[in-house]
């Protein structure tokens, strides 16, 4: 994996290892100073550091920590610039499951493994401006298909590996409908809301530099993705942007619309451990998790929303987009009770197709654009056979 990376890699890791590592002296001094002041197994922790020899050592960690950190920094700003970057499918995918936990953080403290938002056809990154557009794409076509990937994923999970039988969505739907299909490339790790409003920034250059007048655009989404496709547009339509006007369908994979009892789970077993002072310290741990997975916990699309109620309005969609939604469930039968309980391992069937027990917080999707696949988890829903001809039915 280390040959997979180039030195800016290294870097950022070295100062990820270096957060770390004052993180973790923090946590434990923390611990140290409860335990020395023998408090009450319950109730809130007490602040403040150790002393005395204690605190000196602690101290000590700190500030070599930090001086290891200066270095990097001073030895970074000596790497040379421009050189050309090859990434591998390895490095791709390390890279985006960084960025899926921590990938709000990276940005935040300007760490070079940050992820770009990028849009990718046949592989290659895009340059928005026409003249590259022109020569980047052989045939340019008036139909977008933006395909957007999920959590801890990126551009390249449309495309099955070799010797693979699955099948490519994105393309083989581009090469029967006369798309052309366009692949995001996003930090995961971000708040969806951030991600929405700077993706309807990005279409809204896109056709400004298409080669070709634009007619259609169509938005497929794989879990997060299709959240972050919710988001875009809604503030395509609040910035009045012309994407928008162009915005014929939304097809969700797999989104959490209503949420994922996974996150909301993580997020209980968070409170849980500050009720005692002693385990109080362990809560940074669970508060690592990203804005993006934080945002996973009722399907939070919008800034205006607060994080802690399910009970968060709908984003903004045009009167003329139409929706469709595909959910899937382990469960060898898909009209069996449990397998709606179940879903896919992630994402129950019913936060994948839009429903809620509060009829105004319904995703308007009509029964013929909803389908469930038995037999099915989270991801090889991806590839699957009756997911594409489904979707390729939607669209003829």
């Avoid at 100073?33 to 007490?46: D, E, F, L, M, N």
């Avoid at 014929?248 to 009720?275: D, K, Q, T, V, Y």
Wanted: proline share 6%; charged share 20%.
């Amino acid at each position: 994996m280390i040959r997979d990376l180039n030195a800016t890699d290294l870097y950022g890791l070295s100062r990820l290892t270096v957060q770390a590592v004052t993180g973790t002296t923090d946590l434990v001094e923390q611990l140290h100073h409860t335990i020395a002041r023998v408090s009450a197994p319950v109730g809130r922790a007490s602040g403040g550091r150790t002393r005395g020899i204690t605190g000196l050592v602690y101290g000590s960690i700190r500030g070599v920590t930090g001086l290891v950190g200066t270095s990097l920094d001073l030895a970074y700003r000596h790497l040379p610039r421009g050189e050309p970057l090859t990434s591998s499918q390895r490095r791709e995918k390390l890279l985006s499951v960084l960025n899926g936990v921590l990938g709000d953080h990276l940005e935040a403290s300007a760490n070079p493994l940050a992820i770009p938002m990028r849009l990718h056809h046949r592989g290659q990154a895009l340059e928005l401006d026409q003249t590259t557009l022109a020569s980047s794409i052989a045939q340019p076509t008036s139909r977008l298909l933006i395909a957007i990937h999920g959590l801890c994923l990126n551009h390249q999970c449309w495309t099955p590996g070799q010797g693979s039988h699955d099948i490519d969505m994105p393309t083989r739907l581009s090469a029967e409908h006369g798309f052309t299909d366009l692949h995001l490339h996003y930090n995961t790790g971000r708040a969806i809301a951030r991600n929405g409003r700077d993706l309807a920034t990005l279409l809204e250059r896109l056709l400004a530099c298409w080669p070709v007048p634009v007619e259609e655009v169509v938005l497929l989404g794989h879990s997060m993705g299709g959240l972050v496709s919710r988001s875009a547009c809604h503030y395509g339509c609040e910035s009045g942007h012309r994407w928008t006007e162009r915005l014929r369908r939304m097809i969700f994979l797999g989104s959490p619309h209503h949420g994922s009892p996974l996150e909301r789970a993580g997020h209980g077993l968070e409170r849980l451990l500050g009720i005692s002072p002693y385990s109080a310290p362990f809560q940074r741990l669970g508060r690592i998790r990203s804005a993006g997975i934080t945002d996973l916990r009722h399907g939070r699309v919008i800034e205006a929303d607060v994080d802690t109620s399910p009970g968060h309005s709908l984003p903004r969609l045009p009167g003329h987009v139409v929706l469709h939604s595909i959910a899937a469930t382990r469960a060898e039968r898909a009209d069996h009770l449990t397998a709606r309980l179940i879903g896919d391992g992630l994402v129950p069937v019913s936060s994948a197709l839009g429903h809620h027990r509060d009829p105004a917080r319904c995703l308007p999707i009509a029964p013929e654009y909803q389908h469930i696949l038995p037999a099915t988890n989270h991801i090889a829903m991806l590839h699957h056979p009756d997911a594409f001809l489904t979707v390729k039915r939607w669209l003829a």
